[in-house]
């Protein structure tokens, strides 16, 4: 399986952007997958996950300003950012949830300016 996160750019504190994950295989449909990220200097944190059935759970850092989903049938899970910070930026990660340590990806570099 290969993970490509992508989406990602600069942008304005306050502003939007969607990442998207496009998963290879046909196991998506049965994970969990969940989104992560490494900020500079820090270690790779959790960010957000959706289980096979669309549950999802957030951290406590963004919940009520990301949203997780996913489309089964296209193998695609996506992260709508909404109300982004400087503190949001950090390099994101597609995976398993919980991850895989095979599946890690190059990740997407979201960074937001104040």
Request: net charge positive; charged share 15%.
């Amino acid at each position: 399986v290969q993970l490509q996160a992508s989406g990602g750019g600069l942008v304005q504190a306050g502003g939007s952007l969607r990442l998207s994950c496009a998963a290879s295989g046909s196991i998506f449909r049965a994970k969990a997958m969940g989104w992560y990220r490494q900020a500079p200097g820090k270690q790779r944190a959790w960010v957000a996950n959706i289980a096979s059935g669309g549950s999802t759970s957030y951290a406590d850092s963004v919940k009520g300003r990301f949203t997780i989903f996913r489309d089964n049938a296209k193998n695609t899970m996506y992260l709508l950012m909404n109300s982004l910070k400087p503190e949001d930026t950090a390099v994101y990660y597609c995976n398993t949830a919980p991850p895989t340590s095979l599946w890690w990806g190059q990740g997407t570099q979201v960074t937001v300016s104040s």
